[in-house]
């Protein structure tokens, strides 16, 4: 009886592009395709604590779902407490009252026939006749993909680990009947971010998502969209920060938080962070955590309003820092708003090739322009390196026209097989000569400061007009700042501590300092500064003073000595 459930479930139609893509990732895709990572026992009685699937509940009238189930890491526990809830009920028999009591979904082909069989066997290791665990399984197991398969919904409870994937990994095909069925997967969003909008759609009125997963999405861009769908109508609980504690079987570079959202009025926020991974210590958590009031035992739990607003970022720290920054949010615009403009880098697709020391490019010299990248910049101070970029563009942004560059065109030629097989050269076959980023020229000669991607601390580098950016770089202009003196308040406490609050956080303690943060700084106008601040903070930053730009910053500010005392917490945000 298996085999033939297992020969009609498992096939998958293969007549349109969409299915023969899912059929070849429940197929031929390993562990690092589906995303597949595997959870400890503590954190899923955790997470089933959390959600209120306990054993002293009537679990057999609750609908439990598991989008993405793998070997049964969370589907197994939950299983075993809905057996011992119903031995303890006494009432029915057991396909008649557990058959709709669970659905889990998983699409790689041998991953569910193992855990399909596991569940068979414990069904009948609680004395339930082995057609009967047939049958209930069959029910509650469904071999497919969660974001395309239908759903019996809406289901009380929400659990699991959805699986960490980028969408490049996905086939075009997939990814686009995805986007059309989900409005949160945005920019470079990874497949957790459906995985949660679909979870949340599913939930019943008073429902309760668990899901540990990479916490990226509370503040980077991509997740803005999904932000947005929970403040339309759900409740962040419960979150916990999971970074650095050994949450999964294998070491995984992944920054895991457990999650509760229900579906509910909005409400207050509970937060504990990086607890014990103990059932000794995450047991009395989960139980302060749900409790209507947290008890006065209770230590390292805080409770935060107002977390969810819009497609903000969630920031979840309460203390004299937050303070600093939501009043210099009330009253200062944002950076681009004061006359600033940030930018990043050119990112060609293909560096071996535009990229070489400047003077053995073999091209037309108004074809190449001198190349800042992170190692030059690496000393705080620009030492060029003598790298260049190739510049296929015009002044106006059309690309140039080969036949006017003799040395351009036999030089891209002589690359063309790779250069073609580049995905914008592919979308645009006419123009498989181009970087995937336009080169606007006029940039180079800009003075600009000059900010590394990932770094533990600010490095805000002046650079005075002779260099184009490099993609790994950020750059910021300036119409009306003088440039040294907006280097020395980036340099600064107060620069540190807007990136630190809004920037997903690195393995390590770097911070990213990306342009979606760095736009998030506020600043006053450059007419509204006096002058002898603006004397003092030109010359911290040309001297390098840390000290001095944080002294020049603070009066730039106006900090009170608390805030000013608050400031060298910032580098405890998260």
Same mark, same amino acid.
Request: hydrophobic fraction near 40%; charged fraction near 20%.
């Given at each position: ?474 750059? !910021?202009? @300036? #119409?009306?700042? =003088? *440039?040294? /003196?907006?280097? $020395? ?9 807007? +990136? ?38 030109? !010359?911290? @930053? #040309?001297?390098? =003073? *840390?000290? /001095?730009?944080? $002294? ?9 000595? +608390? ?12």
């Amino acid at each position: 009886m298996l085999d033939d459930f297992l020969q009609h479930q498992l096939s998958l139609p293969t007549l349109c592009p969409v299915a023969a893509a899912v059929d070849t990732l429940a197929h031929t895709s390993g562990i690092e395709e589906r995303g597949a990572v595997f959870t400890r026992c503590e954190i899923v009685e955790f997470i089933l604590d959390l959600v209120g699937y306990s054993t002293d509940q009537p679990l057999h009238q609750k609908r439990l779902l598991e989008p993405s189930f793998g070997n049964g890491d969370f589907l197994l526990p939950a299983i075993g407490r809905l057996l011992s809830a119903w031995k303890r009920s006494h009432k029915g028999q057991p396909l008649e009252i557990l058959a709709d009591a669970i659905r889990a979904v998983e699409l790689h082909r041998d991953t569910f026939v193992q855990t399909y069989t596991t569940v068979i066997a414990r069904l009948i290791e609680e004395g339930i006749p082995s057609h009967t665990a047939i049958k209930i399984a069959d029910r509650w197991l469904i071999h497919g993909d969660f974001l395309l398969v239908a759903l019996p919904t809406p289901f009380d409870m929400v659990i699991g680990n959805p699986p960490y994937v980028r969408t490049e990994l996905i086939s075009d095909v997939l990814m686009a009947e995805y986007r059309s069925r989900y409005t949160t997967i945005y920019d470079r969003a990874d497949l957790y971010i459906p995985f949660i909008e679909r979870s949340l759609r599913s939930l019943a009125s008073g429902g309760a998502l668990g899901f540990i997963c990479a916490d990226r999405w509370i503040k980077n861009r991509y997740g803005g969209p999904l932000r947005a769908f929970v403040a339309s109508g759900f409740r962040l609980k419960v979150h916990v920060d999971m970074t650095d504690t050994p949450v999964f079987h294998s070491a995984v570079t992944a920054y895991p938080a457990v999650t509760i959202i229900t579906r509910e009025q909005p409400g207050p926020t509970r937060i504990a962070h990086r607890p014990t991974i103990d059932s000794a210590v995450l047991r009395p958590l989960a139980a302060a955590l749900t409790a209507k009031c947290i008890p006065r035992a209770a230590t390292g739990i805080r409770e935060l309003s107002n977390v969810v607003v819009g497609s903000d970022p969630w920031l979840l720290d309460v203390s004299e820092q937050m303070n600093l920054l939501r009043r210099l949010e009330s009253t200062l615009p944002l950076l681009e708003e004061a006359g600033c403009r940030v930018g990043i880098g050119v990112a060609t697709g293909a560096d071996r090739i535009y990229i070489g020391k400047f003077d053995a490019l073999d091209v037309e010299d108004n074809r190449k322009l001198p190349l800042a990248m992170t190692r030059d910049i690496a000393s705080g101070k620009v030492r060029w390196r003598s790298y260049g970029v190739i510049n296929p563009f015009c002044n106006d942004g059309g690309l140039v026209n080969l036949d006017d560059y003799p040395r351009l065109k036999r030089y891209l030629n002589g690359h063309k097989t790779e250069l073609m097989a580049r995905h914008v050269a592919q979308k645009s076959p006419g123009n498989w000569y181009r970087t995937i980023d336009r080169i606007t020229p006029s940039l180079t000669s800009k003075p600009k400061l000059l900010i590394p991607d990932i770094k533990g601390e600010a490095q805000i580098v002046y650079e005075d007009g002779r260099l184009y950016p490099h993609h790994n770089l950020y750059y !910021i202009t @300036a #119409e009306e700042w =003088d *440039l040294h /003196a907006l280097q $020395a308040v980036l340099l600064s406490g107060i620069a540190r501590l807007f +990136v630190a609050t809004y920037s997903t956080r690195m393995r390590g303690g770097y911070l990213r300092f990306q342009a979606q943060y760095l736009r998030r700084i506020r600043m006053p106008h450059w007419k509204n500064v006096p002058a002898d601040l603006r004397r003092a903070l030109k !010359i911290a @930053a #040309e001297h390098h =003073d *840390l000290a /001095a730009c944080n $002294a020049a910053a603070f009066a730039l500010y106006g900090l009170t000595p +608390v805030e000013q005392a608050a400031i060298s917490g910032s580098g405890d945000q998260g």
